[in-house]
């Protein structure tokens, strides 16, 4: 603990006026001074974080080198709320995460197929992000299933055809007959072909919605095609109030800097770093 920090927020306090101390002190009453840091702190990161990971995915410098499995998906899984409060990332359920698995084959065709699943968390093939709903809903459970695409490569026709098949085989598979969920499948990436645009904007339908389809046990899928600028949109639009009231508003090279320094192996090398050799 340095004196300067202390004397440093000493300052800061003692600069308030009488009703903000005042409601400072009724602020501590209630809540330990540790947690309000904390949760200014969060906001802080994720403020950061949408600020570089807009910045990472769409210049030019650096969007040809962020790949979806090394670098994408590390950044994503550490922060799951970028897709929404509601969503937590699932690690435990084993024989969830095996289906995904057996039909990864039909969402990436151009890997190799006969890869162990052993092999998929070790970096060759990664299975997709998977997020359960925490918000009850009776009886039915709520499934989020991400793909990701890498900043270079556009959203088609290919790619629509790729999510559409795999979620038809997951939503359908066996192993989920007997209960009741509902599923959401997001394909994300930077750009969205023409070749597709009209079939994910459909008059009377949510922007981004390609199909909605109802099972006989009382399931749903429905398919999303989105682009990252409308994910951080909505991300930054919910903490926007936030933001306002900590008056926090860093500049890109501010955001770039802190990501690199709190996820170090998850974003790619500044070119000019690395033509320069440092670190």
């Given at each position: 603990e340095?004196?300067?920090?202390?004397?440093?927020?000493?300052?800061k306090?003692?600069?308030?006026?009488?009703?903000?101390?005042r409601?400072f002190?009724?602020?501590?009453?209630?809540?330990?001074?540790?947690?309000?840091?904390?949760?200014?702190?969060?906001?802080?990161?994720?403020?950061?974080?949408?600020?570089?990971?807009?910045?990472?995915?769409?210049?030019?410098?650096?969007?040809?080198?962020?790949?979806?499995?090394?670098?994408?998906h590390?950044?994503?899984?550490n922060?799951?709320?970028?897709?929404?409060?509601?969503?937590?990332?699932?690690?435990?359920?084993?024989?969830?995460?095996?289906?995904?698995?057996e039909?990864?084959r039909?969402?990436?065709?151009?890997?190799?197929?006969?890869?162990?699943?052993?092999?998929?968390?070790?970096?060759?093939?990664r299975?997709?992000l998977?997020?359960?709903?925490?918000?009850?809903?009776?009886?039915?459970?709520?499934?989020?299933?991400?793909?990701?695409?890498?900043?270079?490569?556009?959203?088609?026709?290919?790619?629509?055809?790729?999510?559409?098949?795999?979620?038809?085989a997951?939503?359908?598979?066996?192993?989920?007959?007997?209960?009741?969920?509902?599923?959401?499948f997001?394909?994300?990436?930077?750009?969205?072909e023409?070749?597709?645009?009209?079939?994910?904007?459909?008059?009377?339908?949510?922007?981004?919605?390609?199909?909605?389809?109802?099972?006989?046990?009382?399931?749903?899928?429905?398919?999303?095609?989105?682009?990252?600028?409308?994910?951080?949109?909505?991300?930054?639009?919910?903490?926007?109030?936030?933001?306002?009231e900590?008056?926090?508003?860093?500049?890109?090279?501010?955001?770039?800097?802190?990501?690199r320094?709190?996820?170090?192996?998850?974003?790619?090398?500044?070119r000019?770093?690395?033509?320069?050799?440092e670190?």
């Amino acid at each position: 603990e340095s004196p300067d920090d202390a004397l440093h927020v000493i300052a800061k306090v003692k600069g308030l006026d009488e009703d903000d101390i005042r409601a400072f002190r009724d602020l501590l009453d209630g809540t330990p001074l540790s947690r309000v840091v904390r949760a200014a702190t969060g906001i802080k990161h994720r403020i950061d974080f949408l600020l570089a990971l807009g910045e990472l995915l769409h210049s030019e410098e650096s969007r040809g080198d962020l790949l979806e499995r090394d670098h994408l998906h590390r950044l994503v899984e550490n922060n799951a709320w970028g897709f929404g409060n509601e969503w937590a990332l699932v690690r435990s359920e084993a024989g969830l995460i095996s289906v995904l698995r057996e039909h990864l084959r039909l969402l990436r065709p151009e890997e190799q197929p006969n890869v162990a699943s052993s092999d998929v968390d070790g970096g060759r093939r990664r299975v997709d992000l998977l997020f359960a709903g925490s918000i009850a809903e009776h009886r039915r459970r709520r499934r989020l299933v991400v793909e990701l695409k890498r900043a270079s490569v556009g959203l088609g026709l290919a790619e629509r055809t790729q999510i559409e098949t795999y979620a038809t085989a997951i939503a359908q598979s066996p192993r989920f007959q007997g209960e009741e969920v509902q599923w959401d499948f997001w394909l994300v990436g930077t750009t969205i072909e023409d070749s597709i645009s009209g079939s994910v904007n459909q008059k009377d339908s949510p922007p981004g919605l390609f199909a909605n389809n109802e099972m006989p046990n009382g399931s749903s899928y429905r398919i999303w095609v989105k682009s990252w600028s409308e994910v951080l949109a909505a991300s930054s639009e919910d903490i926007r109030f936030f933001q306002e009231e900590i008056e926090y508003d860093p500049d890109v090279a501010e955001a770039l800097s802190e990501i690199r320094r709190r996820f170090p192996d998850a974003v790619p090398p500044s070119r000019k770093h690395a033509e320069s050799g440092e670190e």
